[in-house]
Antibody, heavy 119, light 108 residues
């Protein structure tokens, strides 16, 4: 059974940093691209970032480019999102997401971790 | 980025109703269109991928259609557990995928 378990969320002041982790199990982690998707309170889903299977290629939404860094440790089956220079508008639930199909659908989602940026 | 526009933004319906939600892309995305269901406090769940393929385990009352720029999600006979928010998502311009703004389906 595929499991994605996020951790690392919490309250942080504007300008601060936070690192999210996503522990993956139940599939061959090193074979798949992974994504982070976020959802601000009461709002819709927004794609944040993705990383390819070996970590050599990454992409970011314009809103986080230069501030967030996605990475992975295939030996530990873990995905990361380093978030720097956090802003109030980064407040959201962050989901770790796996897409396995050729149509790049997002098959499996973690339960999410809440990041709150506030003074 | 490709913009995805859903209509309506919210919808009231009764158990047993047939419901259709529309999603329009700002440019052609072939069949790279997926649909998700999200209930309050829960992660989204994939319902339909490639515009019309039913994800394993999803009830057959859910169906999808369309290609190019115009797509629909249909629920043939609403059940109590179907009241949720539904999102379309394009995967054509990967990795820069985009979602629609969501359609909230409420009980009438």
């Amino acid at each position: 059974e595929v499991q994605l378990v996020e951790s690392g969320g919490g309250l942080v002041q504007p300008g601060g940093s936070l690192r999210l982790s996503c522990a993956a199990s139940g599939f061959t982690f090193s074979s798949y691209w992974m994504h982070w998707v976020r959802q601000a309170p009461g709002k819709g889903l927004v794609w944040v970032s993705r990383i390819n299977s070996d970590g050599s290629s990454t992409s970011y939404a314009d809103s986080v480019k230069g501030r967030f860094t996605i990475s992975r440790d295939n030996a530990k089956n873990t995905l990361y999102l380093q978030m720097n220079s956090l802003r109030a508008e980064d407040t959201a639930v962050y989901y770790c997401v796996l897409g396995t199909g050729r149509w790049l659908q997002l098959d499996y989602w973690g339960q999410g971790t809440l990041v709150t940026v506030s003074s | 980025d490709i913009q995805m526009t859903q209509s309506p933004s919210s919808l009231s319906a009764s158990v047993g109703d047939r419901v259709t939600i529309t999603c329009r892309a700002s440019q052609s995305i072939s069949s790279y269109l997926n649909w998700y269901q999200q209930k309050p406090g829960k992660a989204p769940k994939l319902l339909i991928y490639a515009a019309s393929s039913l994800q394993s385990g999803v009830p057959s009352r859910f169906s999808g259609s369309g290609s190019g720029t115009d797509f629909t999600l249909t629920i043939s006979s609403l059940q109590p557990e179907d009241f949720a928010t539904y999102y379309c998502q394009q995967s054509y311009s990967t990795p820069r995928i985009t979602f629609g703004q969501g359609t909230r389906l409420e009980i009438k």
